[in-house]
């Protein structure tokens, strides 16, 4: 019975359809994306586009503008008698335009517009950072991090984000693998090289009533201090023992204080980890094989955003992303590489120090020398990694893990069997005092264990090599790094 | 001539290949997924499989497993004599199998196993905190997040995760949403509620590193403070003015000092935001469909798994999704929902309080009323709601905001379309004192601006919804709560 009343009392969903149609914008069922134009042959009906005006030209009575809405890198040209065209019409407004798409005698895609109106004005002498028919560096647009994204170059670039994140994904998920977000925020640092940001809550009244006596400020929301993430691969490890295959895609901090092109303090990377893997040369496999897929994906789907991307940033670190997916990477141990690096030692700046991996220059060397073709850096000294990775055999001052190096960015990818011997592990921790904190990882190990092993890939960094990005603060949305941290 | 050497020095992958088959697994060529055997009839030719042992059971000569591998809700039927048994065989244990694959005469699967081995015994006795065939309360399991996964109902719940947020994303892309990674670390406090983590460098040495005299040591890494965010919907409205169609799916941060069934210390949020949009029922048309294609989507490719979950979970909270599929959702305004409670008042606890919205109990309560379908609630008054939101033509004092109430969590969604005349905006900010941390929000207004809106959707609560999760800190791998944040 009360449901009576409420029935009565309300509308439902279909009234409310049929009273806001009246008050919405006439045109809205059939708004089309331009892409949709694009991809679908032009069929003289009329059609409505709503987008932001690229240029504008003008020629006799007529009026030219490049629209993009973007759905796409194209531009639409939309044709306009000029005595239809709004007064405050320019470049950078955002507009409404209605009539029908043609394809015009120079065999372009053209919307004769019927009717067409201003939404929002773009007001060039007041501030706007950007002209009409200007490019502009990257630093500068930087400069503009909220309005970066109405560059056709940076708003390209977060389309190819867009879909190599999603290619990346549908990858892991045709192979059987399975997304777990691992946490931002946790209690362990598993690269243990302490380069993390410590959290607690912003209000000290939530502080003050939740405080024990005696216990320290720091420690007073979680009952112990809280890290940013500096990777997920422990947590992995635990679901790899339940659900084998898995992986994580998501955002990774780091407080160091670098301002390098490939360095951020808030970066997306991608983990991977697999139970039952037991041979470097399955990682290696799976590694590469992601790798060449989701380039060659990427690239078969989306080359023409690519190449107007490129053309656009005139990429001086032109990658051949050809030559990366059909020829075989390279595998060198640690020592080969260092070898083949004192045989060349002419050819570069930084000195190569005994009991150090390489810097940058030598990494990006070592795939210069190999034509550009990713190589694998396998059999690692142990102290320059972390705890968790599994000796070698044959050496055990050395442990299974990987580095591949990749032109652009050098170091690209990191990977590792990991120590599944109980009793290596808690010697290991042991030294480094991480028995208490880390208690559970052992645990994972004493019921059920299986071997696994698994690799980190750095988002922006396969960003920076597929398309070119020289600065990885060009590859991210909101790039944070020291001192930068707007919005 | 130098490639010469490097070739010579090195194994390419065919070769390192070769190498290591020798010292792999012999069974690794045809390792099975359980899942794969179980979409694909049996064809009687020898499978390997590698899992875990869920139960044991020994008749006569012969020994009986049920073997997971986390890709399936099914468990594999694994036969074997009892001569061929490993002596450390036992429930929870990892072992590789293989044999023939069969149809039995009861019509199950079974591998007859030729091969058995356990790969990681599992000590009942020596802490591990499951028995076989004893079901424990999600609370019990919960104090043993690290094994959690090991059970078959969250093992079954990390894939229904990651099926609905696969779905979600196929979701919006197929509909021309493009996702963007909004930054966690942030200088702007959206949501304007103080509910904020701040960040800064753990390592006292980087601090010191990078202070300017004078300054505050909370500010030095980034030149301001720094927060995790509470939403990313500011910053998806800079990308909805190029992109027009844009979302972001990632984890959200509250510093609140609240231990509900409801409530995380850091959470997923599903944010949309979209161009060209100024009617409130266009706005609810998206979130209803949405919600509804999801959730069917789901339903329909992972029916099997979702029984088998509710089963285990037995949860009293059953929402009957169909329903939600069906049935359009009611729309109520703030003051229609107001008045629907006060003339039930006798039919709820809590009091109903003239200027505050609804508790948790008052939403629960007009969703039941609605037979357990969906309900917006529009047009709330504008104290209630942040600074950005439209106000509404015909009522200044009420805001174009909407709450989505749903079965089991309350409310699900919030939305609103955005304040777009930059003048109301800029007035509001003043008396907020956010003119100048948010003087780029004005900006994207003042240059080519649209209407716009969306809202963000919980995702732990849209699981609870789904699947029935009582408590919201059994819908998340590893969940962060006042006083705890292990691993």
Chains 1, 2 share one sequence.
């Not at 504008?56 to 629209?67: E, H, P």
């Not at 645990?443 to 070119?468: C, H, T, W």
Request: glycine share 6%.
């Amino acid at each position: 019975m009360r449901m009576a009343f409420f029935g009565n009392s309300v509308k439902h969903i279909s009234v409310l359809n049929s009273w806001c149609n009246q008050t919405r914008c006439r045109f809205k069922s059939i708004h089309s994306k331009i892409s949709e134009i694009f991809s679908a042959p032009p069929s003289n009906t009329p059609a409505v586009i709503k987008g932001w005006v690229k240029s504008v030209r003008k020629m006799k009575g007529m009026i030219f503008l490049d629209v993009n809405d973007g759905s796409t890198c194209h531009k639409l040209q939309i044709v306009a008698s000029k005595t239809t065209v709004p007064k405050n019409l320019s470049y950078g407004c955002s507009i409404v335009a209605s009539g029908p798409v043609i394809l015009n005698p120079q065999n372009q895609l053209e919307l004769r517009a019927e009717e067409l109106s201003v939404v929002g004005s773009c007001d060039l002498t007041n501030g706007y950072p950007f002209l009409p028919r200007k490019s502009y560096d990257a630093e500068y647009v930087r400069q503009y991090l909220h309005l970066r994204p109405r560059t056709n170059s940076f708003s390209s670039l977060l389309r190819l984000r867009h879909h190599a994140s999603w290619t990346l994904r549908q990858y892991l998920n045709m192979n059987g693998y399975i997304e777990v977000h691992t946490p931002v925020l946790t209690s362990n640092d598993c690269e243990g090289a302490g380069e993390t940001f410590f959290v607690k809550p912003n209000c000290k009244a939530t502080l003050e009533a939740m405080a024990s006596p005696g216990q320290s400020e720091d420690e007073v929301f979680f009952k112990r201090k809280a890290y940013l993430s500096v990777s997920g691969q422990l947590q992995l490890e635990i679901m790899a023992r339940s659900l084998s295959n898995v992986y994580s895609f998501g955002p990774i901090f780091r407080a160091e204080n670098s301002k390098s092109r490939l360095h951020l303090s808030e970066f997306y990377m991608l983990e991977v980890e697999k139970a039952f893997l037991d041979s470097m040369n399955e990682l290696l496999e799976i590694m590469e094989k992601l790798l060449k897929s989701v380039l060659s994906t990427v690239f078969e789907n989306h080359r023409e955003e690519i190449e107007h991307y490129r053309k656009m940033v005139n990429c001086a670190d032109y990658t051949d992303v050809e030559n990366i997916i059909s020829k075989p990477f390279q595998v060198l141990t640690f020592d080969e590489a260092k070898q083949i690096l004192r045989d060349h030692s002419g050819q570069f700046q930084e000195p190569l120090l005994e009991k150090e991996g390489f810097t940058k220059e030598h990494e990006l060397f070592l795939v210069k020398l190999n034509n550009n073709v990713p190589v694998f850096i396998v059999e690692w000294p142990a102290h320059m990694k972390p705890f968790y990775m599994k000796a070698s055999t044959h050496s055990p001052e050395k442990v299974l893990a990987v580095d591949l190096l990749c032109p652009v960015v050098g170091e690209l990818c990191g990977g590792s069997l990991r120590e599944d011997d109980c009793s290596i592990l808690e010697e290991r921790m042991q030294k480094l005092n991480l028995t208490e904190s880390l208690d559970w990882y052992l645990d994972i190990r004493k019921y059920g264990n299986v071997p696994s092993g698994g690799f980190g890939l750095g988002f922006e960094r396969f960003l920076q090599m597929a398309l070119g990005v020289s600065n990885i603060k060009d590859a991210i949305p909101f790039p944070r790094w020291p001192k930068n941290c707007k919005f």
